[in-house]
């Protein structure tokens, strides 16, 4: 066989294995504090300050952003969003909601596969918290386990959305929480 076939073969199997790992359930865990997390058996408050602050500097990077302020509540609610930390490219002010909540690797089962990441509840949909790729996580705080696609990492978000006008909706996250 040559060398490139077999090359091929071999990329192929990677694939499949990593979709395969993708789709595997993932133990997880659910935190809306350093305090809670630091609280539940298993979890030290260095992990849990580490966890969150790696959470809090994907937030800036991977939360949904919208031009206006109106924009973003109309998805999260009112006084649940905030300016982020980076203007549009004329200097105006750019808004992201407000993070809820974070996802860890639940520690007990040495889940270190798990993408630590910011979540969000939606104004449509508030009672579960969602990752930043609109991805239910679960209603409740403490472990869980979710699908393998929900536990990995997030995709930088790189451009801000907005309406514009009457009848006019944002593209994608119009329906966030639904």
Do not use: W
């Amino acid at each position: 066989m040559k060398r490139s076939r077999s090359l091929k073969l071999a990329f192929m199997g990677a694939s499949a294995l990593a979709l395969t790992a993708c789709d595997q359930p993932q133990d997880i865990a659910i935190f809306e504090s350093v305090e809670q997390c630091s609280q539940q058996d298993g979890f030290d408050s260095d992990s849990c300050q580490r966890n969150m602050d790696l959470a809090r500097e994907e937030h800036i990077s991977v939360a949904p952003k919208y031009s206006a302020i109106e924009d973003c509540e109309a998805d999260f609610g009112a006084a649940s969003c905030e300016v982020a930390p980076v203007q549009t490219q004329s200097g105006g002010s750019v808004f992201m909601p407000l993070m809820m909540g974070y996802m860890m690797g639940n520690m007990l089962s040495g889940n270190s596969r798990v993408a630590t990441q910011p979540l969000y509840r939606s104004k449509d949909d508030p009672s579960n918290f969602r990752t930043a790729d609109n991805q239910k996580v679960a209603g409740k705080t403490g472990l869980s386990t979710v699908p393998g696609k929900v536990a990995k990492a997030p995709t930088v978000k790189t451009s801000t959305l907005s309406r514009g006008g009457f009848g006019a909706s944002a593209p994608s996250l119009r329906s966030f929480g639904g």
